[in-house]
């Protein structure tokens, strides 16, 4: 009986995997028709939340700050636990800077941050929308006027799709080419089926009112941020739209360092379990489907155990199957489900051979990714931000 029911839970989100990945891959960009001068005209407030920031991040500053060229817009900066002598160096670059600490409070420190940032923001001068970015993001002014295009035909937030500076090591392959994989499933799929895409952490320009309330309601127990975000955003706005624009690119640091991937995927699986254990059976039991979809979304297996933990199970299940030990094999037809999905997706971004010249690294990675998955549901993750730093 045990079996049956995990192998059909298995069964479900290789099935969901596959189906994803396949409506996904016939995703296509949208089109905004903006006049240029409404685009202009339209307030950004351009917030970074910096943590122990180094002269890499006031350079970065610099940089996006030519890409704001001929926009309405600002720049916040909050800086945490920053030297004096960066902070010096931020002043120059930044229409607004605030100087904080939060790892003494208790709880998750960037939700801490989060909230002393939206308060500050309700006191500047009104801004239509914010766009936030990590300090190592870069986002070109042609993207960043089609998300404030999309943000003016009403949706309340606009997704970019985060693209890697490089890949260089089998690390950064592996986290580049998962975070493409959900921009197939979680964005480009739900896009084309009218759910809501999920957030990102960064390079989205949301509403100005919708981001604020939403970050004041975000629990500080949770490990991470933006799927509590949107959660929030969702309960708040029974007719939230978010966009998904792949023409719109914000370039992104990938981890490198074995150290740090650890790190942030203990963020990432410890944040989507928190959130699937409190709000799940609120939102598979509402009677909004895109709520529903969302709490399927959130109780997904770690892609690492379908795709590798299914094929090494395939043969075993197979045997079973012979014997007569079992009615069907469910656990071979997952395993072949999940590894077309990954083939489809592989095919698709035209990366097969060098995914298969890594192979055994990249596995080594897949591996340790599930393993993470499992450690990230302890008690002790509760309330922790575990901060990642690229070289």
Sequence with gaps: MMYSILAGIVLFYSL????????????????????????NNHRLLVFYPVYKPGKKVIETIAEQKKELTGLDSQVYVLSQEAEPAMNAQLEKVADYLDQQRFSHLKGNSYHHALE???????????????LLLDPDNIIDGYSIRRL???????????????????QNTSTSLFDGLSERLNDYMFRRAKKMLGFIPELSGSGMVMDTSLFTSAVKRLDK???????????????????????????AIVMDEKTEEDSQFGRQRLRWFGNQYYNAKK???KLLTSSNS???????TLWRLPRSFQVIGTMVLFPLDT??????WIAFPVIGLSALLSSAAIFLFLCKEGVVKEVLKTAIPVIKTALKNGWLASRSIQKKNEGVFIHTRNK
């Design 290 to 296: 895109a709520h529903i979809d969302y709490g399927i």
């Design 221 to 247: 127990k949770a490990p991470g941020m933006d799927k509590q975000l949107l959660i929030n955003m969702m309960f708040e706005c029974e007719s939230l739209s978010i966009s998904y624009d792949e023409k």
């Design 16 to 39: 969901y995997m596959f189906l994803t990945v396949l409506i996904g891959l016939f995703y296509k960009v949208p089109a905004f028709n903006t006049e240029q001068s409404e685009i």
């Design 116 to 130: 002393f940032a939206v308060n500050r923001i309700n006191g500047f001068d009104n801004f239509d929308s914010v």
């Design 319 to 324: 045997l079973a199957f012979f014997l007569g």
């Design 279 to 281: 709000f799940g059976l």
């Design 148 to 166: 404030i295009a999309s943000r003016i035909q009403g949706n309340h937030v606009a997704l970019s799709r985060r693209r890697s500076y490089r």
